[in-house]
C-alpha cells in the first residue's frame, strides 16, 4: 500500500512537470511566432526572414452595382484621396522587361511607355523614379532581384498584378514586378491631355495601366471610392481608357507625402 502511494506521487510529479512545461513551450513559440515568422513567396518557397509581400490585382470594370465611370472631359482636381500601403520606393532602382513576353504590336512602343509612365510619377517626387534596365528572361513574378516587367498568367480575369516585396520592420521597397495578362487585348495611343477615353475600342491601353500600377511600386494603395474615379490609383480599369498616363491631384499628393 505505501509501495503504491510512492509510485502516485512520483506519477503525479512527472504529469505535472510535463504540464507546466508544455504550457510555457506552446507560450514561447507564440512569442517567437510574432517576431520571426518565415513568409513563403509566389511560387511557395521561404523568403529571408522580415520580408513579405502584398500583390495588388487591378480588375475590369464589372459587376453589381455597376462601378462608376471615370470621366471622359475632366481631369480630377476635385480628389485630393490617396492612401500609403506601408512602403516607400528609395535609392536608385532598375526594372526588367521580359521583351519575349511583349505583345508583338507593343514591342516598338514599350521602352516609351515605361519611360512616359515613370515620368508621370517622377513630376510629382524626384524619388518616384525606377530606370529602365537590362532585359530579362525572368517570366515569373518572385522575390529575385529583378524587377520583372512582362506579359503573363495573371487571377482569373485581372487586367494586370504588382508585387511588392518589402521588409515588414523598416518599409523598404525591395522589389517591385508587374505583369500584364496574356489573355486580354493591348494597345497604345499617346495620351494628349483631351483624349481621356478615346483609346481602341475593347483594349486597355498599356501606358494607362502600367502608370497605374507604377503607382504601387511607389507605395500607393488602390482606390475604390466614387470620388476617386478619376484618380490614377482608382482601384478599377476600362478599355480605350487613356488618362490615367496622369497623376490625378490625390496621386501628386500621395507620391509627395510618402517619398521622404
Ligand atoms: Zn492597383
Redesign the pocket.
Known amino acids: 500500500m505505501k509501495k503504491n502511494f510512492k509510485y502516485l506521487f512520483v506519477i503525479s510529479f512527472f504529469v505535472l512537470l510535463a504540464v507546466v512545461f508544455g504550457a510555457y513551450g506552446s507560450d514561447a513559440e507564440t512569442k517567437s511566432d510574432n517576431q520571426d515568422v518565415v513568409m513563403t513567396d509566389v511560387d511557395g518557397s521561404k523568403l529571408p526572414r522580415g520580408v513579405k509581400y502584398k500583390a ?3 480588375y475590369p470594370a464589372k459587376g453589381k452595382p455597376p462601378i462608376i465611370r471615370p470621366s471622359c472631359t475632366e481631369t480630377n482636381t476635385s480628389s485630393s484621396h490617396f492612401e500609403p500601403v506601408g512602403w516607400a520606393l528609395k535609392g536608385s532602382k532598375f526594372y526588367n522587361i521580359n521583351r519575349a513576353t511583349v505583345p508583338t504590336h507593343l514591342l516598338s512602343y514599350i521602352d516609351e511607355v515605361m519611360e512616359n509612365s515613370w515620368q508621370a510619377w517622377r513630376k510629382a517626387d524626384s524619388m518616384a523614379y525606377v530606370a529602365k534596365g537590362d532585359d530579362t528572361s525572368v517570366s515569373r513574378a518572385n522575390y529575385d532581384g529583378t524587377n520583372l516587367v512582362a506579359w503573363g498568367r495573371v487571377p482569373n480575369g485581372a487586367i ?1 498584378v ?1 508585387y511588392t516585396w518589402y521588409y515588414s520592420g523598416t518599409g523598404e521597397q525591395l522589389e517591385s514586378d508587374l505583369i500584364f495578362s496574356n489573355k486580354l487585348k493591348w494597345s497604345y495611343t499617346p495620351y494628349t491631355g483631351d483624349n481621356d477615353c478615346a483609346g481602341i475600342s475593347g483594349t486597355y491601353d498599356v501606358q494607362d495601366i502600367a502608370t ?2 507604377l ?2 511600386w511607389v507605395g500607393l ?2 482606390l475604390y471610392g466614387d470620388a476617386d474615379k478619376d484618380l490614377t ?1 482608382y ?1 478599377y480599369g476600362f478599355t480605350a481608357e487613356l488618362k490615367k498616363a496622369t497623376l490625378g491631384d490625390g496621386d501628386v499628393l500621395g507620391a509627395a507625402a510618402i517619398i521622404p
Do not use: C, L, N
Request: charged share 25%; net charge negative; hydrophobic share 30%.
Open positions: 495588388f490585382v487591378h494586370a504588382t497605374h500600377e503607382g504601387h494603395d488602390d490609383m482601384g
